[in-house]
């Protein structure tokens, strides 16, 4: 029988990216967060939970020790990046077995979440064993950004080419869409409208 991993994280090409390396081994289970990511753990009892640090309802570490206080006791590993390394070292004192960072990359999610289930009270990865030296093609990142790249595009096509549109349909801020638009290479649609206010 698949084990079962419950992937919480606030970006819908993230947890898509998690689905598509851990689906074939495991049964995935995803969630936005908040009291929705709670009452999931709550119905599924997982095996593993991989919490983003950074969420937009609940912070990271309360969801940790909300998740640690269940009667199943799943194994957590929190997902970082460099600028919040320092909150993956503190959920790692306060129960998380380890941490997987972005961008993310299939050889250390895999050895990651591996490790983590097969742990259930273990001590946590050495730093030594938390460096992957090897970044291969397998890197996720172009899958990630493959996924982003559509839900970008199909936003701007359903709001017929307003990034203010789409940037409210994919819940971030329009500077944050120009900025995954020119990361992503995504060129606004011609028929954009501007619209200019004066103020009196």
């Given at each position: 029988?698949?084990?079962?991993?419950?992937?919480?994280?606030?970006?819908?090409?993230?947890?898509?990216?998690f689905n598509v390396v851990l689906k074939d081994e495991y049964t995935v289970i995803t969630s936005e967060g908040g009291k929705e990511a709670l009452e999931s753990a709550g119905e599924t009892h997982p095996d593993l939970i991989i919490l983003d640090v950074i969420m937009p309802e609940m912070d990271g570490m309360e969801m940790l020790r909300k998740f640690?206080?269940?009667?199943?006791?799943?194994?957590?590993?929190?997902?970082?990046?460099?600028?919040?390394?320092?909150?993956?070292?503190?959920?790692?004192?306060?129960?998380?077995?380890?941490?997987?960072?972005?961008?993310?990359?299939?050889?250390?999610?895999?050895?990651?979440?591996?490790r983590a289930l097969q742990s259930r009270?273990?001590?946590?990865l050495s730093d030594s064993e938390m460096q992957i030296s090897s970044r291969k093609d397998l890197s996720?990142?172009?899958?990630?950004?493959?996924?982003?790249?559509?839900l970008i595009q199909d936003a701007l096509t359903k709001g017929s080419g307003v990034q203010t549109k789409a940037a409210k349909s994919l819940k971030i801020s329009r500077r944050i869409l120009?900025?995954?638009?020119d990361k992503l290479g995504i060129k606004g649609l011609n028929n954009e409208r501007r619209v200019l206010t004066k103020i009196a």
């Open positions: 029988m698949k084990k079962t991993i419950l992937v919480v994280d606030g970006e819908a090409s993230v947890r898509e990216a640690k206080g269940m009667n199943c006791s799943p194994a957590v590993v929190v997902v970082t990046s460099a600028r919040t390394i320092k909150m993956a070292v503190e959920a790692m004192k306060a129960g998380a077995y380890g941490y997987i960072t972005k961008p993310l990359d299939v050889q250390e999610i895999g050895l990651v979440v591996e009270g273990l001590k946590p996720l990142q172009k899958a990630v950004d493959n996924f982003e790249r559509k120009k900025y995954k638009m």
